[in-house]
């Protein structure tokens, strides 16, 4: 069982910067890949963002490539989700997620499905 809390959420004006932390208790993230969804009001909770197990490897949603970056600390067992150049239309509950590597295709970290537990979520509010 693994147990997550996202943290670092707040009020920001557009062009500001927050970074997001996703810690995990109960078991290490070390074999696991892990995502960022967020869901804005009246939407339906969307992918921003995943990493590989080794941070080899990242996927982003297109609508914050080249604003976010996500990376991981496997010996602090925490993802983080630096959010920079943040849009009014970025304002959202931010959940962190983590599931299994995939043997078979990267595409399956984009789906909400393939993630086994989630994060309580973190507010990012920003005003314009």
């Known amino acids: 069982q693994v147990q997550l809390v996202d943290s670092g959420g707040g009020l920001v004006q557009a062009g500001g910067s927050l970074r997001l932390s996703c810690a995990a208790s109960g078991r290490t993230l070390s074999t696991s890949v892990v995502g960022w969804f967020r869901q804005g009001p009246g939407k339906e909770r969307e992918f921003v963002s995943a990493?590989?197990?080794?941070?080899?490897?990242?996927y982003y949603a297109d609508s914050v490539k080249g604003r976010f970056t996500i990376s991981r600390d496997n010996a602090k067992n925490t993802v983080y989700l630096q959010m920079n150049s943040l849009k009014p239309e970025d304002t959202a509950v931010y959940y962190c997620?983590?599931?299994?590597?995939?043997?078979?295709?990267?595409?399956?970290?984009?789906?909400?499905?393939?993630?086994?537990?989630w994060g309580q979520g973190t507010q990012v509010t920003v005003s314009s």
């Open positions: 990493v590989t197990w080794s941070g080899s490897s990242t």
């Open positions: 997620a983590a599931g299994p590597m995939s043997v078979y295709s990267a595409t399956t970290y984009y789906t909400r499905t393939h993630y086994n537990y």
